[in-house]
């Protein structure tokens, strides 16, 4: 069974930056979709950044956020920069169950999911 760990999130003022982690045990992320969605307070779960063989971003985002890959560390991350307080939620790592195609932006391609860590921009 895959287990993924989030960590990185925290407080942090507008046009600050935050790298978050995502930790794998039990199976790695070389050749799997893997994605980072975000939830916030009254909001449905929504796509930030997903990575296969290339990178796909919410527009949102686009321009400010980076997913990225560390194979010999079994960790992905998320670069954010220029952070927003409509950035606050709490984020989540995912990570798809096979090496088939799935769309990166849908929930549903996802089998894995992290626990989450908030995320806080203050103004």
């Known amino acids: 069974q895959v287990q993924l760990v989030e960590s990185g999130g925290g407080l942090v003022q507008a046009g600050d930056s935050l790298r978050l982690s995502c930790a794998a045990s039990?199976?790695?992320?070389?050749?799997?979709?893997t994605g980072w969605f975000r939830q916030a307070p009254g909001k449905e779960r929504e796509f930030v950044a997903a990575?296969?063989?290339?990178?796909y971003y919410a527009d949102s985002v686009k321009g400010r956020f980076t997913i990225s890959r560390d194979n010999a560390k079994n960790t992905v991350y998320l670069q954010m920069n220029s952070l927003k307080p409509e950035d606050t939620a709490v984020y989540y790592c995912?990570?798809?169950?096979?090496?088939?195609?799935?769309?990166?932006?849908?929930?549903?391609?996802?089998?894995?999911w992290g626990q989450g860590t908030q995320v806080t921009i203050s103004s």
């Open positions: 995912a990570r798809r169950r096979t090496m088939g195609w799935g769309t990166p932006s849908s929930i549903a391609a996802y089998d894995y």
């Open positions: 039990g199976g790695t992320f070389s050749g799997y979709l």
């Open positions: 990575i296969s063989g290339s990178t």
